[in-house]
Nanobody, 117 residues
Framework: QVQLVESGGGLVQAGGSLRLSCGPS????????MGWYRQAPGNQREEVAT???????NYADSVKGRFTISRDNTKNTVYLQMNSLKPEDTATYYC???????????WGQGIQVTVSS
């Protein structure tokens, strides 16, 4: 079973930056989308950003202009550059990779991002 491995989280002051990375432990074929979700305590998991196989992207309104998603197709790796971080960005961030092949969706184990005011 392929696992997704996330890195780059941590504690940062408001206004600071972090870069999250996510890559698989093995090869994933026929990827159709790669994205990041987040979940704060007491809240539902929400989509943060997604990049599709054709290169188009989608962002949550709350992060537009501050976060940038990118991918390295040679490594099946997805990145999330987070700038101008706010305390409300504090959450556990999850990587997701979607594939046309079963099991179709892969999730990372989650990585903590904490923004202090």
């Amino acid at each position: 079973q392929v696992q997704l491995v996330e890195s780059g989280g941590g504690l940062v002051q408001a206004g600071g930056s972090l870069r999250l990375s996510c890559g698989p432990s093995g090869r994933i074929f026929s990827i159709n989308a790669m994205g990041w979700y987040r979940q704060a305590p007491g809240n539902q998991r929400e989509e943060v950003a997604t990049i599709y196989s054709g290169g188009s992207t989608n962002y949550a309104d709350s992060v537009k202009g501050r976060f940038t998603i990118s991918r390295d197709n040679t490594k099946n790796t997805v990145y999330l550059q987070m700038n101008s971080l706010k305390p409300e960005d504090t959450a556990t961030y999850y990587c997701q990779i979607g594939s046309y092949l079963a099991p179709h969706v892969y999730w990372g184990q989650g990585i903590q991002v904490t923004v202090s005011s």
